[in-house]
């Protein structure tokens, strides 16, 4: 299998998101695929998305957790999961809101605010 892997060029995440943006939503078998590559951060990735918790600014891409808001960018994240608990050297290793900002954007399911997140944090 990581044979398999390491022939193939696209990562298990440019699949997944390759999937969704060919379907333009998240199909069960989609579902299936990023629950089994992420696990539990998949779950809650998928949930985020559909309570539309991924937010584009014209800066960032913003995903509002239970307690507090992540910004993601280039596909990495300011968490403590991310900082602590992921191997930066594997593509496949994201924390649930770098997956949730890869979801929304595949199937265009960002909330979209036409402002710049670095004026409105401060007020959140
Ligand atoms: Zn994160």
Request: hydrophobic share 40%; glycine share 6%; aromatic share 8%.
């Amino acid at each position: 299998m990581a044979v398999l892997a390491l022939a193939v060029a696209m990562t298990a995440v440019d699949e997944w998101v390759e999937r969704l943006e060919d379907a333009g939503e998240l199909t069960p078998e989609a579902v299936d695929r990023i629950v089994g590559v992420h696990g539990t951060r998949g779950q809650q990735a998928i949930e985020a998305v559909g309570e539309r918790r991924v937010k584009e600014y014209r800066d960032f891409t913003v995903v509002v957790g239970h307690e507090d808001e992540y910004v993601v960018e280039d596909g990495g994240c300011t968490c403590a999961d991310s900082e602590y608990n992921l191997n930066r050297e594997d593509p496949d290793e994201l924390c649930w809101h770098a997956i949730a900002a890869r979801i929304a954007a595949a199937i265009d399911a960002t909330d979209e605010h036409d402002m710049w997140y670095s004026d409105v944090r401060d007020f959140l």
